[in-house]
């Protein structure tokens, strides 16, 4: 399997970055183009997202070892958020060969309680009715009232594509809807004792709860060279809610 990839940049270390749930690889590229001027960028499509393929399971270790073929063998700074950076910090524990430091976006290495909001937004997203729908302004006014939140709803839709044969979502919905458990799981037991010592940055939302005190033991024990930075005006989706601030934060860790 092949994943979807974007490429910026003719020089200096490489870049990977890892989306999060319902996201495409372009989500990172204003990031990406900042960066290309002295790094080589790579932008990847998660598999059951964007233009890549689906599986058939939704598997945390195996979604791992698809973007660790796609790095090669230069190791790389990787950079992960939500479901991206679960992702990427399994990768980081499986191949750590391949990771020469790691980035990790509002989320931690552990199972949360719910994913009863992604649920929701999975259901909406199906219910809509593509064969009768003639625009993306329709698709839109149809989510409105399920999903008040106007950038929310603009980047569910940005997963709304139309073909020859009409509309379609890139998404693997009914995948993600029947595997919201594995989700927002976490593979612990299956990682054995697996750490990674290379340096590694959190960079949480000062508004989100995905990252709180009382992660910070497994982060330590599987991470143990780990600074954590809270950036103040954001929620889950920093890089979009305070790009100029992300950019920075993430300048200061890269080679």
């Not at 479901?83 to 980081?92: Q, V």
């Not at 750590?96 to 552990?110: S, T």
């Not at 909001?117 to 009232?145: H, K, P, W």
Request: net charge negative; charged share 25%; hydrophobic share 40%.
């Amino acid at each position: 399997m092949s994943l979807h990839r974007t490429e910026l940049g003719d020089s200096g270390p490489r870049v990977v970055f890892c989306h999060g749930l319902f996201g495409q690889g372009k989500n990172w590229t204003q990031a990406a183009k900042a960066l290309s001027a002295d790094h080589r960028v790579l932008l990847l499509d998660m598999p059951n997202h964007g233009r890549s393929p689906w599986t058939e399971t939704f598997d945390f270790l195996e979604l791992a070892d698809l973007v660790a073929a796609e790095i090669g063998d230069e190791p790389v700074a990787l950079v992960g958020h939500s479901m991206g950076g679960k992702i990427a910090m399994c990768l980081a524990l499986r191949h750590p060969e391949l990771v020469e430091r790691l980035a990790v976006v509002d989320i931690a290495p552990v199972v949360y309680d719910s994913g009863r909001e992604f649920v929701g937004y999975i259901e909406t997203m199906r219910a809509l009715d593509l064969e009768a729908l003639e625009s993306r302004g329709q698709a839109e006014a149809a989510l409105e009232e399920a999903v008040p939140n106007r950038v929310v709803r603009s980047f569910l839709l940005q997963n709304l594509r139309r073909t020859d044969d009409g509309w379609h979502w890139q998404m693997n919905l009914d995948l993600l809807g029947e595997h919201m458990a594995e989700l927002v799981g976490w593979p612990g037991e299956r990682l054995g004792d697996a750490s990674y010592d290379g340096p590694v940055l959190w960079v949480g939302g000062a508004r989100s709860d995905y990252i709180s005190d009382d992660h910070a033991g497994e982060m330590d024990r599987r991470f143990p060279r780990n600074r954590r930075v809270l950036v103040k005006g954001a929620g889950h989706w920093v890089h979009s809610e305070q790009p100029d601030v992300f950019l920075e934060v993430l300048r200061r860790f890269l080679p």
